[in-house]
């Protein structure tokens, strides 16, 4: 057994017929359960080596690896990372804007997710890339990482409030309730999304703060988090974000989309409290507000 592995226990208040049954009741995933299978000692009982089939008796201590899955194996980027938050379940970065979160063939050396597994390497060579939400490349702000599975899994009651500049005025809260399609050619999946009656349900809150010009700073908060929901909602409206070239258009004030993820809350499952963190607006997206 790997002396390097990480586990989660847990003691047992009621019999079950076997380990399968305690981690479907407890909210792990097919996928993760399949993970632990692969390997022995991934799963223990009273520290003894077991498996999914294993009967579980009253009193007994669970252990349960906290990152079963291979090793996320992406490029590492050497780009520093501006953490808000760390501990050792999870991960808060401020993403810059123009910065990819994800590789692909665009940014496949500079990008988040590379920088993160770098970062994290020294903490664990088998680190498993867990970000909780995704930003656009253009989108600046809040990104959370769980560090284990088992983090992420338990993360509880996480919203995100986002700012935006769109264009016009917008004199009062807006709820905007709908559907988002994403087409696909060839089944790659298209950049951009479309308002459809066959598209999935997605609603956003959109709250004026400030009035500037012909423009109007709001927060927005999503009920669901389709991708580009944001975007998409307030250009349907006739009030699309200042800067977004592909719901809108360029803008002569901002060389990016003037979006930012600003705050984000969770219920820490092993702090047992909520916590909410919060990051300054841009400095590109400050000036417009002077």
């Not at 294993?54 to 079963?68: A, E, M, R, T």
């Not at 500037?212 to 700073?217: A, E, I, R, S």
């Amino acid at each position: 057994m790997d002396e390097n592995l990480e586990f989660t226990n847990y003691k047992i208040t009621k019999e079950y017929e076997n380990v399968y049954y305690f981690l479907k009741e407890n909210g792990f995933s097919e996928n993760f359960i399949t993970n632990l299978r692969k390997k022995e000692g991934y799963i223990l009982i009273n520290n003894n080596i077991a498996n999914t089939k294993s009967q579980l008796k009253l009193k007994d201590v669970l252990s349960i690896c906290n990152s079963p899955n291979q090793k996320t194996t992406i490029m590492h980027c050497i780009i520093p990372l501006d953490i808000v938050y760390e501990d050792k379940y999870y991960l808060l970065v401020n993403k810059p804007s123009n910065l990819s979160t994800m590789p692909n063939r665009s940014h496949y050396t500079n990008n988040l997710a590379g920088a993160i597994c770098n970062y994290m390497e020294k903490e664990n060579k088998n680190f498993v890339l867990r970000i909780i939400n995704r930003l656009d490349k253009d989108t600046s702000g809040l990104i959370l990482i769980a560090k284990n599975a088992i983090a992420q899994k338990d993360i509880k009651s996480f919203e995100k409030t986002y700012f935006a500049i769109c264009e016009g005025v917008i004199k009062k809260q807006q709820t905007i309730n709908l559907p988002i399609l994403t087409l696909s050619n060839n089944n790659i999946n298209e950049r951009k999304r479309i308002i459809s009656k066959d598209g999935k349900p997605a609603t956003t809150i959109a709250t004026p703060l400030k009035h500037f010009k012909n423009y109007t700073l709001i927060s927005a908060k999503l009920i669901q988090g389709r991708t580009h929901q944001i975007r998409l909602h307030l250009s349907s409206i006739g009030h699309p974000l200042l800067g977004d070239t592909l719901y809108g258009k360029s803008s002569p004030f901002i060389t990016h989309t003037a979006l930012v993820c600003k705050e984000i809350s969770f219920f820490h499952p092993y702090l047992k409290k909520a916590l909410t963190f919060s990051v300054p607006l841009p400095e590109d997206i400050k000036s417009l507000l002077n």
